[in-house]
């Protein structure tokens, strides 16, 4: 059964960076799009960002300038690079990628920026 991972989260300064990993483990054949998700206190959650396959990368408005995604199809893992952090980015981060045709998440790691 495959499961992805996160790892990485943590607490950071406004203006700080964080990095994000998610590494996929497991009977894989196939992984097409990459993303994440976030979901802060009270809130439903909401995307983040995702990378097609073959590199393509899309983001919210509200992180994109600021906010990286990048993937290692090698190592089946795919990255968040999160900079100029806003107390407001302050969420639980799910992975969220697409293996073997099937939809799966993270455990979800926990971001905290403090102002």
């Known amino acids: 059964q495959v499961q992805p991972v996160e790892s990485g989260g943590g607490l950071a300064q406004t203006g700080g960076s964080l990095r994000l990993s998610c590494a996929a483990s497991?009977?894989?054949?196939?992984?097409?799009?990459m993303g994440w998700f976030r979901q802060a206190a009270g809130k439903q959650r909401e995307w983040v960002g995702s990378?097609?396959?073959?590199?393509?990368?899309h983001y919210a408005d509200s992180v994109k300038g600021r906010f990286t995604i990048s993937r290692d199809n090698a190592k089946n893992m795919v990255y968040l690079q999160m900079n100029s952090l806003k107390p407001e980015d302050t969420a639980v981060y799910y992975c969220?990628?697409?293996?073997?045709?099937?939809?799966?998440w993270g455990q979800g790691t926990q971001v905290t920026v403090s102002s």
């Open positions: 990378i097609t396959s073959g590199g393509s990368t």
């Open positions: 497991g009977n894989i054949f196939s992984i097409n799009a």
């Open positions: 969220n990628v697409l293996v073997n045709g099937v939809n799966l």
